[in-house]
């Protein structure tokens, strides 16, 4: 049986005390309220996720932070006399009558009205009164209000609302255009002065009737007022802030990030783990910096040993004895594609012309996934500088080798089993390689390096797989903290000087502290964790898109599959950037830039994450995210419509040499 009470304390916990909401009246209700009962049928499984719904005639009831932030907000109390405009299913207002003493909502819909009111005699509810009208008017026969609340955006705020608060009254509504509205509260002063405050960027449906608009989506004529200024729109702004880019062959896509050359980390993200465009735009970017600004790190999201058969071919350094072609594992064409083929041949010639090794520029990889591999290039390493090491490493490890090819399923055993050993062994030998470090570092610094980072790989590895079982957010901050040690052992490494440029995805380089992962999850990542360690030197550039088709699977270690990308939903960033109206461009969001679209940017709204399992059936559950772009990134890089990035096939290894990593 579902236990809803956990539901309800749980969505109390992590969607809104979390987010922000203090007040213990509005925790209360709803911890009370029972938001599965007011739900469409069949919805009731997604009843506390942080989600709009859709109810009966077309409508929705607003995701629950938005319902407990309206009610804070207009300061409900115990002893209020409150009118909801917009009941629909009547949860909000079911909220707000645990708290007030009286409730009135208004709703247009005559179904919705008597269902809802069905609910409250369910309930018990009988402070809750539901009456079917047009909500604009207000209801001036129960007026003065000690709180209105408004759960649809008007062009503006209807008079006879504010004519129907008592003094000190609030009102709180949505205004503004049909997908740029901004959250208003109105608190009236006296008779005749109100003080307006905007609390941020919603998205509701339109609030039809006399002082609204009208069905066919225009203002009703109360509202219009001649003569009257038009602010400019969201999208207009993006416009006009827009910088167009040009090919990605043309010198000048690199120059417009010059602004960024002085940083010392560049971090470069993506929307999806399959889509052509970003891992162009990257090359391209890549490519300038490498060429031109002294850029010598290239740290990607991928496996350290998997990447080290890269860097060996790029950095025309001597082949592994290890046989095996690298990006085996599940997902395959998220490096092995065209795109990183061609960024890797590129970066092979240009460190041909370069005599000195550190001079030449390296392909690294950040992540914790390849236990089997790492096991086997420390051994190898260890084989060849000190055998007897070697002989103390294979013991040491002995404890995950039934683990090493489907490490995950040791997170399994782990629940069941004493594998504590397992965790001292694995740290026990990164210790031993770093007291080494001098003699082995003699025989190749490379190597060594190599070697280290693979041992520090394993003992992250040993304990990701082991606690992943369990949960929560430790897994998630265990990996991304892992990605950016490993960037400063990297950066660490290649000396004072070293820059680096970081492939990830826009969850591991957008600043965690301003989306859900980090204001509900407590989560961070390596975005974060760059501002936290190198302040203004670290660039975060984050991309974006609003259609077209994408490399993913269905689910994890799946077959990858081209699909169709849904076009952006109306309340999210993706929106905002294409009803711009420009099909790529480059928008700044540096402090001091553009301060008016930064303002209009903070306003938290949902971005897309699409990573290497794609599920657009469920797209708002299982790929939007609440977030604050211009703190999340430094700058954001659009591309209106993708398409999917192609993986390598046999037909791409004609005539290259045997070297060549990718060869099977």
């Known amino acids: 049986m579902v236990d809803y009470q956990r539901m309800r304390d749980h969505m109390v916990e992590v969607y809104i005390r979390r987010r922000g909401i203090r007040d213990e009246h509005v925790l209360k209700a709803m911890r009370t309220v029972p938001r599965e009962r007011f739900v469409a049928e069949g919805m009731a499984e997604f009843a506390y996720e942080d989600a709009p719904l859709p109810i009966e005639e077309g409508q929705t009831i ?40 009286h ?74 255009e049909e997908f740029s509205q901004t959250l208003c509260k109105v608190i009236r002063r006296t008779e005749t002065s ?82 052509l465009e970003f891992y162009q735009a990257r090359a391209a970017i890549t490519r300038h910096l490498i060429a031109n600004h002294g850029y010598r790190i290239i740290a990607v999201e991928a496996d350290w040993p998997d990447a080290a058969k890269v860097d060996r071919y790029v950095r025309h350094r001597s082949a592994s004895d290890r046989k095996e072609s690298p990006f085996q594992r599940f997902p395959t064409w998220m490096w092995r594609n065209t795109e990183v083929r061609a960024l890797t041949e590129w970066m092979r010639e240009h460190n041909a012309g370069l ?22 290039a420390v051994l190898d390493y260890l084989d060849r500088v000190d055998p007897q090491a070697a002989a103390v490493a294979r013991e040491r490890y002995g404890c995950l080798t039934p683990w090493q090819k489907n490490p995950a399923t040791y997170g ?45 790989l394993i003992a992250s590895a040993e304990r990701y797989y082991r606690i992943m079982y369990y949960g929560g ?4 901050n265990l990996r991304d903290k892992h990605m950016f040690e490993t960037l400063q052992h990297l950066l660490d490494a290649k000396g004072p000087d070293a820059k680096a440029i970081v492939w990830a995805h826009n969850s591991h380089i957008g600043d965690a502290r301003f989306t859900d992962m980090g204001a509900t999850r407590d989560e961070f990542n390596i975005g974060q964790l760059c501002r936290e360690a190198f302040g203004d030197e670290t660039a975060l550039i984050g991309f974006g898109t609003h259609s077209g088709t994408v490399a993913a699977a269905n689910d994890w270690d799946g077959d990858m599959e081209v699909m169709r990308v849904n076009p952006s939903r ?26 008016p679209l930064r303002r209009r940017l903070s306003e938290p709204r949902l971005e897309r994450f699409i990573g290497v399992v794609y599920r ?38 004609r005539g290259m040499p045997e070297t060549y990593p990718f060869g099977e």
Not at 74 to 83: K, N, S, T
Not at 473 to 476: C, D, F, P, Q
């Open 62 to 101: 607003s995701q629950p932070y938005i319902v407990a932030a309206m009610i804070e907000a207009a300061e409900v109390r115990p002893g209020d006399r409150i009118l909801e405009v917009g009941a629909g299913s009547g949860y909000a207002a079911a909220v707000i009558g645990q708290i007030a003493a």
């Open 103 to 176: 409730v009135y909502a208004i709703e247009r819909h005559g179904a919705l009205a008597r269902s809802a009111k069905r609910r409250m005699a369910d309930l018990g509810y009988g402070n809750v009164e539901v009456l079917a009208g047009d909500g604009t008017r207000g209801l001036p026969e129960q007026a003065p209000f000690d709180a209105i609340l408004v759960a649809a955006g008007g062009p503006v705020v209807p008079e006879a609302l504010k004519e129907q608060l008592a003094i000190g009254g609030r009102l709180v509504i949505p205004v503004g």
């Open 194 to 275: 109100y003080e307006e405050t905007n609390l941020g960027a919603v998205m509701f449906v339109p609030l039809i009737g006399e002082q609204g608009w009208s069905e066919d989506g225009r203002r009703t004529a109360s509202n219009h007022k001649p003569g009257a200024s038009r602010k400019q729109s969201l999208p207009e702004m993006i416009a006009e802030a827009a910088e167009d880019l040009p090919g990605f062959d043309d010198p000048a896509f690199g120059r417009l990030f010059n602004r960024f050359v002085d940083r010392r980390v560049v971090l470069l993200g993506e929307a999806s783990h399959g889509t």
């Open 355 to 376: 005599d000195a090794m550190e001079d030449r520029a390296g392909f690294y990889g950040l992540d914790i996934y390849n236990m089997s591999d790492s096991i086997g």
């Open 412 to 456: 399994r055993a782990t629940l069941s089993r004493g594998y504590a050993e397992c965790e001292q062994a694995v740290i026990d030998q990164c210790q031993e390689l770093f007291r080494r470090r001098l003699d082995y570092a003699d025989n190749d610094g490379d190597a060594f390096l190599d070697a280290t980072q693979n041992a520090r």
């Open 473 to 476: 957010a430790e897994s998630w």
């Open 570 to 595: 109306a309340d999210s960033y993706e929106r905002m950037c294409h009803d711009a109206g420009k099909r790529r461009f480059l928008l700044d969001l540096l402090p001091g830039r553009h301060e």
């Open 616 to 653: 657009p059936d469920t797209e708002l559950w299982s790929h939007y995210s609440q977030a604050i772009l211009p703190e999340q990134f430094d700058a954001y890089v659009w591309f209106d419509e993708t398409q999917a990035v192609t993986p390598l096939g046999p037909e791409h290894h």
